[in-house]
């Protein structure tokens, strides 16, 4: 059997191999609300084979989405909507197919537009479009163009740890089996633990443990109200890319912090704390972060990142880089590219019976050509 299609205990959770829809926001939610492109782009992801299927980050209040078309996961219509699409999703999954969800908050970085329409700053030249005051740990902007978000008092950052406790208890609700907090790409968590974006003097500022401090808070809060059987991950930042920034020191001692809270995993990126930085992407350009904190750690590690071909995934667990990999764009390219990877690695595979004449057709052309 290949590594890639090796079941993984993620928990109690019992997932059939190690392929992980990685979370994308579609910026095309009202109010926080699930609609029928979120139906669809499940339910084709539920049957994709995938071990483990994430829904993209989905913000714990309206302030933290990141623009006016993000999920949320503060309203009961929003708890509504998402438990439709679920259900749904559930309906037509693969045998075994779990289903996650990212908590997020967009801090500084909310309050723009989307990315097909530039990813700028709202002006509110738009009716529908007003823009509000972000939150930050620090009144620093994003980039200079950008305007300056409030920073959290402590009484507001209280509130915030309330509004993510609210939002896990009804991700429980509707029954997600994995509940992730992102803590990367520069959005609020992130901006809190990087030195570059957290220039605070108090409690929640300065040395990395006090850096770390709001994550952990979270993470603990969130354990003691999460049922145990739900498994709490978290992506976190290998590196912010510059020197005075987050690097993978910090990537194992906050692993290693989320893991004696009874956190199950961490996936890890990099980046996006800042504009502008010279982010070397290419092939698995990350996995080597993921590598090294889960050998520092010992906590299951996942990688994402230019991971998008069978063989690259298989060789990344095989290597022990890994436990999971975590595929974005591959999988909005062809949301069938668990099959060509079974069919490439020589694996059984379900088909669901209606499409079931189309296996063995996902084979790469050179093998198709031979
Ligand atoms: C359309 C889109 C939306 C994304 N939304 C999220 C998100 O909600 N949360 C997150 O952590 N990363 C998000 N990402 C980043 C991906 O999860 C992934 O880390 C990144 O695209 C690298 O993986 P890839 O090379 O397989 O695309 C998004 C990426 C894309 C392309």
């Not at 968590?189 to 006090?210: K, M, V």
Request: hydrophobic content about 45%; proline content about 7%; aromatic content about 8%.
């Amino acid at each position: 059997m290949s590594a890639l299609f090796s079941p993984l205990a993620l928990g109690g959770l019992d997932l059939p191999n190690r392929i992980v829809v990685s979370p994308m926001c579609q910026y095309s939610a009202q109010d926080g609300v699930a609609n029928d492109w979120h139906l669809q782009h499940l339910m084709q992801l539920a049957f994709s084979g995938a071990g483990l299927v994430m829904i993209e980050a989905t913000a714990v209040e309206a302030r933290g989405r990141i623009t006016h078309g993000c999920l949320g996961l503060y309203s009961d219509a929003a708890e509504a909507a998402l438990g439709r699409v679920l259900q749904a999703a559930r309906a037509v999954a693969a045998p075994g197919t779990r289903f996650g969800i990212q908590l997020g908050h967009a801090g500084r970085k909310g309050s723009v537009t989307a990315p097909w329409e530039g990813g700028t700053p709202l002006t509110g030249a738009q009716a529908d479009e007003a823009p509000w005051l972000c939150a930050a740990p620090s009144a620093q902007a994003f980039a200079a163009s950008w305007p300056v978000p409030e920073a959290l008092d402590e009484a507001a950052i209280e509130q915030l740890v309330d509004r993510y406790v609210d939002a896990a208890r009804r991700a429980v609700r509707l029954g997600f089996e994995v509940i992730e907090l992102h803590c990367a790409h520069g959005y609020l968590l992130h901006q809190f633990q990087s030195p570059l974006s957290n220039l605070r003097t108090d409690a929640w500022g300065g040395d990395p443990e006090r850096r770390d401090r709001l994550a952990l808070h979270i993470a603990t809060r969130l354990r003691e109200q999460v049922p145990a059987h739900c498994v709490l991950g978290a992506r976190i930042t290998g590196t912010d890319w510059n020197p005075d920034g987050l690097g993978v020191e910090d990537a194992v001692r906050l692993t290693l912090g989320l893991k004696s809270r009874g956190f199950g995993y961490v996936c890890v990126t990099s980046g996006f704390v800042e504009p502008n930085r010279g982010i070397p992407f290419g092939p698995g350009f990350q996995v080597h972060l993921a590598a090294e904190v889960r050998q520092r750690t010992g906590l299951v590690t996942r990688a994402v990142g230019g991971i998008s071909e069978p063989a690259q995934a298989d060789a990344i667990i095989a290597s022990g880089q890994a436990d999971q990999v975590a595929l974005a764009r591959p999988f909005l390219a062809d949301p069938r590219w668990v099959w060509r990877a079974a069919e490439t690695l020589g694996e059984p595979l379900y088909y669901p019976p209606p499409y079931r004449r189309a296996a063995g057709l996902r084979k790469p052309a050179v093998q198709a050509n031979a």
